[in-house]
């Protein structure tokens, strides 16, 4: 079964920082496409940053919010994916989730594997 677990959340002040890291147990981790999404109560979930499976500094998303502040990145060697968040805003507070798209399947909106999530609070 195919695992993908959150870590770093927590409460933090408004202009502080947080590190987000995701771990997989996906054996092909390399093949995969890496997004993390967030969902705030009473709000849809959208995606706030994607690092593709062959990745550059050209290619990464983020959303115009973040741009920035956030910053993924990845380790094919450790299976893991992370999200580096500074500055943030009381805006930012959500539940934060990683998900997993093989290759570009992202492109279809098809993300294959999610994680149970962890939440981001931000006091002003």
């Known amino acids: 079964q195919v695992q993908l677990v959150e870590s770093g959340g927590g409460l933090v002040q408004s202009g502080g920082s947080l590190r987000l890291s995701c771990a997989s147990s996906?054996?092909?981790?390399?093949?995969?496409?890496m997004g993390w999404f967030r969902q705030a109560p009473g709000k849809e979930r959208e995606l706030v940053a994607r690092i593709p499976w062959r990745w550059t500094d050209r290619n990464t998303y983020y959303q115009d919010s973040v741009k920035g502040r956030f910053t993924i990145s990845r380790d094919n060697a450790k299976n893991t994916v992370h999200l580096q968040m500074n500055s943030l805003k009381p805006e930012d507070t959500a539940a934060y989730y990683c998900a997993a798209s093989l290759k570009d399947n992202w492109s279809l909106g098809i993300y294959d594997y999610w994680g149970q999530g962890t939440q981001v609070t931000v006091s002003s």
């Open positions: 996906l054996s092909t981790f390399s093949t995969y496409s």
